[in-house]
């Protein structure tokens, strides 16, 4: 909790004597990679944690760009360009399904028959072959399992979008893609 608040206070003192596009180059250097680290597996968590995160994360947002409590908060996110907790979980398990379908080098052997294909799965040629299996899950914890959750995720995707063989255009269009989810959400 100590930390926290030094943090805080730290983020207050700055924001009074540094510019804004210099306090997004701070936020991205001492709190964006703290957020990513492990997000795949912290952010399948309980929501009552997750949303503990958020509403912090939410506040040295607002902190950092000199904006007021009742502030539309995907706009604290777009002028900073990121996303919350939920949507930067979601962004890296997809960037790893990409990764496992587009670049199967690039990630570990693990991973490689970990997921399948519709057309492995079933002969019909239907309009779904090219999108990944999504099991069957009888649990709430199963829902949280990657090995449901990329698949269902993988699959919401635009046609275009999944077929992105590029990774660095997939990212960019990604986020481009998460942000009007966020707008849309809120």
Same mark, same amino acid.
């Given at each position: 909790?100590?930390?926290?608040?030094?943090?805080?206070?730290?983020?207050?003192?700055?924001?009074?004597?540094?510019?804004?596009?210099?306090?997004?180059?701070?936020?991205?250097?001492?709190?964006?990679?703290?957020?990513?680290?492990?997000?795949?597996?912290?952010? @399948?968590?309980?929501?009552?944690?997750? %949303?503990?995160?958020? =509403?912090?994360?939410?506040? /040295?947002? &607002? *902190?950092?760009?000199?904006?007021?409590?009742?502030?539309?908060?995907?706009?604290?996110?777009?002028?900073?360009?990121?996303?919350?907790?939920?949507?930067?979980?979601?962004?890296?398990?997809?960037?790893?399904?990409?990764?496992?379908?587009?670049?199967?080098?690039?990630?570990?052997?693990?991973?490689?028959?970990?997921?399948?294909? @519709?057309?492995?799965?079933?002969?019909? %040629?239907?309009?779904? =072959?090219?999108?990944?299996? /999504?099991? &069957? *899950?009888?649990?709430?914890?199963?829902?949280?399992?990657?090995?449901?959750?990329?698949?269902?995720l993988w699959n919401e995707l635009p046609t275009d979008l999944k077929e992105q063989t590029s990774l660095n255009t997939f990212k960019n269009e990604l986020k481009l893609y998460l942000i009007t989810k966020l707008y849309n959400d809120n």
């Amino acid at each position: 909790m100590f930390a926290y608040l030094l943090s805080v206070r730290i983020f207050y003192k700055l924001r009074a004597k540094v510019p804004v596009r210099i306090l997004s180059n701070v936020y991205y250097a001492f709190v964006h990679p703290h957020l990513l680290y492990a997000i795949e597996v912290y952010g @399948n968590t309980c929501s009552s944690y997750i %949303d503990k995160l958020f =509403k912090l994360n939410n506040k /040295l947002l &607002r *902190i950092l760009q000199h904006k007021p409590f009742r502030s539309h908060v995907p706009d604290l996110y777009i002028e900073f360009n990121t996303l919350p907790v939920t949507l930067l979980h979601e962004q890296q398990l997809l960037i790893l399904a990409h990764k496992i379908i587009h670049h199967p080098e690039s990630v570990p052997e693990l991973f490689i028959d970990y997921f399948n294909k @519709n057309e492995s799965v079933h002969s019909h %040629d239907t309009r779904t =072959k090219n999108d990944m299996h /999504l099991p &069957r *899950i009888s649990t709430g914890h199963g829902l949280k399992c990657l090995k449901y959750k990329i698949p269902k995720l993988w699959n919401e995707l635009p046609t275009d979008l999944k077929e992105q063989t590029s990774l660095n255009t997939f990212k960019n269009e990604l986020k481009l893609y998460l942000i009007t989810k966020l707008y849309n959400d809120n």
